[in-house]
């Protein structure tokens, strides 16, 4: 039996790329559904270019400085990502914002982890905020990119308690625990066919195991 075609998937990284480096451990299965084609980063001294390299991922930098606009610098993304053949974009702490073009022309093919139980806490400072509002749970969420920041269809959601005496720091580390289970899992779901988006929605084939703590979008 001929092996199954696997989703050639680029991970965009502006820093040390954690969450890359827990797709980049799952993706050595010979089940896993998704390639890992290209990492690329919007700046040359990110440390996951290094980590990426020492896997044998091919590795672009695409420095947003070069470009004296949004739409420029997208355009020189576009056209790395093309070259790559990438299906699927999948960001991990990319701190950039893309023109509406772009994330238009990869809709449906473009994913997110934001560190809250979206639509709870978008934009930055997610676990400050969580402390600050008194919530009892707190968590990641892997989502589809579209124009508005945050407010993507949702794939998967992984929880954590909110402890007496947590602060920022305390709650991120845990959290960031459960990114590292939730990601690869989401992005095999959204690789493998068996997540996909209708309209604003996403919706699941098949069964569809979830590790402790996670919980998907049904």
Known sequence: MAAQRKT????????????????????????????IALVLSNRPDAPGLAHAA??????????????????????????????AGIELVCLAGFMRIFSGPFVEAWAGRMINIHPSLLPLFRGVHTHAQALAAGVRL????????????DAGPIVAQAAVPVLP????????ARILVQEHRLYPMALALVAGGRARLEGNRVVFAGDVATPEGALLSL
């Open 165 to 172: 005496g947590d602060d920022p720091d305390s709650l991120a």
């Open 54 to 83: 020492a896997c044998g991922i091919p590795t672009k930098t695409v420095d947003h400085r070069s470009f004296p606009d949004r739409a420029s610098f997208d355009g020189a993304l576009q056209a790395e990502l093309e070259a």
């Open 138 to 149: 707190h968590g990641c969420t892997v989502h589809y990119v579209v124009p508005e920041l």
């Open 8 to 35: 050639r998937v680029a991970i965009l990284i502006s820093g040390r790329g954690s969450n890359m480096v827990s797709i980049l451990d799952a993706a050595r299965a010979p089940d896993y559904p998704a390639e």
